[in-house]
């Protein structure tokens, strides 16, 4: 599990509620009157004259955005239509099979329609676009329940953790945190929990990698009296632990193909059956997922299945490794002094400049952890009140001052390269891709890899 990192709320958190516009392009009256009573609600402008499609989408001077159904936006691109550059950013309802189907590559929300849900997926799509999104405003207080339990940073990739945590906080959809280890996976995923309406709740974390195979179904589930030999009394599983709170499937890409499926099964039906019982249990839970791995790599592999990966990857928060925020390093020591120097006895009030240069230019594999059981060695090591070069137990050939792989250049050329075309267009999304000569949508899956937050470019050129 990671529990390592540190955090310190962000007061940039919050995005201007300035009204966009939106069209619904929505076969289904009914339908379409749901969505604009909550969008309406909620402060968006919802064009009078959005009815049943036409035969081709608004113009970007009529929208900002379009909702459009699977049916309609199948009928746009046989005739073509809903290619061109000046046609607005899409969001399609559809149902799961129609997602299976591959045919929906734009950002989507499945159906039974979920308000809470919608509203996310609607500002997600326009902060894609530069456009204004609205909801995020009330978000902007990211709480934590101890000092511990913070994430520390200023450094740009932070910023945009602190947002995405806001921004996901408060909605109810499935999360997917992806990092490597000891990045802060469950750190983060605490952070959503007690941020969110179900704070007061439980909160229970599994690492789905260390459950037994003939274990996992009694661990989630629990079992009744006499299912089995020691059976001797009634046990609840993980999810009807975590009634009305949060669970965190942590690695779950490492769950076998049957725990897999029953997993499915519960993220689908809301209920469990526990080993040996006849009837189900409703649970109200809700569920965030946590990988080491990427999992579209996990979905190509066949390690993962595609219906499990399309119900846990509606929201993914990507965690930057230690290496790529060195600018941090400062304030994750400062923090780690205060509790090691206390708890070993010893009167160690910093580190040196040599020491810091040494811990700025280190790799981190291990990322914070790591960090943090270098620090806890250190400061039994320091003989003063300042940690030096000597007392740092890190390996000699693994520091930054050695040549670069071609991976992690590429990756620092791609971030520096995203943030100077957003530096040019002023934090305009849509701009920034065309001066990169992208397709929008692939620009900002680079920005999001990159941890690149769009909403501090535009804070610099004074843009509210």
């Known amino acids: 599990m990671d529990t390592t990192l540190v955090s310190e709320p962000s007061a940039a958190l919050a995005v201007a509620p300035r009204s966009a516009r939106l069209a619904l392009i929505l076969s289904d009256p009914e339908e379409r009157e749901r969505c604009r009573r909550v969008l309406s609600e909620a402060g968006y402008q919802v064009g009078a ?82 456009a204004p999104a609205l909801g995020a405003a009330d978000l902007a207080g990211v709480r934590f329940r101890r000092k511990s339990d913070r994430l520390i940073g200023r450094s740009p990739a932070i910023a945009s953790l602190y947002d995405r945590i806001a921004l996901v906080a408060r909605s109810e959809v499935p999360v997917l945190i992806q990092g490597e280890s000891g990045t802060g996976k469950e750190l983060v995923a605490r952070a959503i929990h007690w941020t969110s309406e179900r704070a007061e709740r439980p909160f229970v974390a599994v690492n789905c990698g260390s459950i037994p195979e003939p274990l996992l ?42 725990g897999q499926v029953k997993l499915l099964r519960v993220l689908q039906e809301r209920e469990v059956r526990r080993v040996g019982g006849t009837h189900a249990i409703p649970v109200d839970v809700r569920v965030l997922a946590a990988s080491n791995r990427n999992l579209q790599d996990a979905l190509r592999e ?76 250190a400061v039994l090591l320091c003989r003063g009140e300042e940690i030096q070069e000597g007392d740092l137990a890190l390996p000699e050939d693994s520091t930054g001052s050695a040549f670069p792989t071609f991976r992690d250049a590429k990756k620092r050329f791609e971030r520096d390269y995203i943030r100077q075309a957003m530096e040019r267009a002023g934090g305009n999304v849509t701009r920034a891709a065309l001066l990169a000569g992208k397709d929008r949508k692939d620009f900002y899956d680079l920005m999001r890899r990159h941890t690149v937050n769009p909403q501090l470019f535009r804070q610099r050129r004074g843009v509210r």
């Open 49 to 130: 004259d959005a009815g049943v499609g036409p035969d081709r989408p608004p113009a970007r001077e009529q929208a900002d955005l379009i909702v459009v159904d699977y049916a309609n936006l199948r009928r746009w691109r046989r005739s073509g239509t809903c290619e061109a550059s000046e046609a607005p950013p899409l969001l399609v309802l559809a149902d799961y099979p129609e997602v299976e189907s591959a045919s929906v590559s734009d950002p989507y929300v499945l159906r039974p329609l979920q308000p809470r849900e919608l509203l996310l997926q609607v500002g997600l799509a326009l902060q894609r676009s530069g």
């Open 302 to 377: 066949g390690s993962v299945r595609e219906d499990l990966y399309y119900r846990l990857n509606v929201f993914t928060i990507s965690l930057p490794p230690l290496r790529e925020r060195a600018d941090d390093i400062p304030l994750l020591a400062a923090h780690f002094l205060t509790q090691f120097a206390p708890e070993s006895g010893r009167r160690v009030r910093g580190v040196s400049q040599a020491a810091m240069d040494r811990l700025q230019a280190y790799r981190w594999p291990g990322n914070v952890r790591e960090l943090e059981n270098v620090l806890r060695q």
């Open 217 to 258: 179904e009694d661990e989630l589930f629990g079992h009744v009296r006499g299912a089995f030999t020691d059976a001797r009394a009634e046990r609840a599983g993980i999810f009807e632990q975590a009634q009305g709170g949060t669970v965190l499937l942590d690695e779950v890409t490492e769950l076998p193909p049957s």
